[in-house]
């Protein structure tokens, strides 16, 4: 069978270990039981003569490859999956990835709530694919403290500050850890990790991990904690719903657009007391905790491999 050659351009690639790269890896599995699949990190290159269509993760950042793939063949089987930055910063101002959404067949948001972030003219175009992550076994936890843990890179976006911030005011609860898990992407929030490290003795950051490892901690943790400022779809926070682990977030609309508009773990974004507050609630009322339990396990199958697929698939068939 001569199957069609599909492109999946990212920005990343696995020596990055983030969410880009997660989705390029995965989308190329799911995709290659009918079609031909591979990752690149730009297009053309020296595979490019075979290729029939175009998937480029970040309206902005993939911007180059989705010109020059409109170059040489319109926008005739090009999609272009939008990230957090995409749709809550870079589409707004940044002149390339406005030419991203004018050049694409169709767009791919990842929640639910990312069809509001564009603007109407480009949202009949548009359709949300759920990311997915595999089913992990809910682990027994002790009672005598709460393990709280936040994954991803420290940088801006992700807001790693406010959970250094929270420790600093958690420092009288013995029974309170908050582990950190990220590279030190930004200097001064590496500097920030290392001294709140010193300051706080139930609080430690690991650094980076592999993606495995990092799982694995989300699994072991009472809860996860999510703090980002702009979010496109966070693979965390599927991993700690199919992981059994409830999670704690910043009231922003990639977060409520994953667990939805009524989910009773939001705190405002950046607010750190209000954090801490929520982490106090979770240890001190295993009501609290079992709600927010209940409402992740109710999403779970949102995030189901299946149905992701399917609707890639339907995508790709419709061009």
């Not at 480009?122 to 005598?144: C, E, G, I, M, N």
């Not at 409520?256 to 929520?278: H, N």
Request: charged share 20%; net charge positive.
């Amino acid at each position: 069978m001569n199957r069609q050659h599909i492109v999946i351009v990212s920005p990343a690639l696995s020596d990055a270990n983030n969410g880009n790269w997660q989705t390029a890896k995965r989308w190329a599995s799911m995709l290659g039981t009918q079609y031909r699949t591979r990752i690149t990190t730009q297009w053309p290159d020296a595979a490019a003569a075979s290729d029939s269509i175009l998937i480029a993760l970040h309206a902005r950042r993939s911007a180059a490859a989705v010109q020059a793939w409109q170059a040489q063949h319109g926008n005739d089987k090009l999609i272009v999956v939008l990230t957090g930055t995409d749709l809550y910063r870079d589409i707004h101002s940044d002149t390339q990835a406005q030419q991203s959404l004018d050049s694409a067949k169709r767009l791919i948001v990842l929640q639910s709530l990312g069809l509001q972030a564009l603007p109407s003219g480009y949202r009949s175009k548009t359709q949300v694919v759920l990311q997915s992550t595999t089913a992990r076994k809910t682990l027994p936890k002790t009672q005598r403290r709460l393990h709280a843990v936040m994954v991803g890179h420290l940088r801006d976006e992700k807001s790693p500050h406010t959970l250094c911030q929270a420790a600093q005011l958690l420092t009288a609860r013995q029974d309170i850890h908050l582990t950190q898990i990220g590279a030190g992407l930004d200097e001064q929030l590496a500097q920030l990790a290392q001294q709140t490290q010193l300051a706080c003795p139930r609080y430690r950051w690991l650094g980076a991990l592999a993606h495995g490892a990092a799982r694995s901690q989300i699994q072991r943790a009472h809860v996860l904690v999510h703090a980002s400022k702009m979010e496109g779809g966070a693979h965390v926070i599927m991993e700690a719903v199919c992981s059994g682990t409830p999670v704690i977030a910043s009231r922003i609309a990639g977060n409520i657009g994953m667990l939805g508009e009524d989910y009773a773990g939001y705190f405002p974004w950046g607010d750190a007391a209000a954090l801490a507050a929520l982490l106090q609630h979770c240890k001190d009322d295993s009501r609290f905790l079992d709600t927010l339990r209940v409402q992740c396990a109710e999403r779970a199958l949102l995030f189901a491999p299946q149905a992701e697929r399917t609707a890639l698939l339907h995508i790709i068939e419709s061009l």
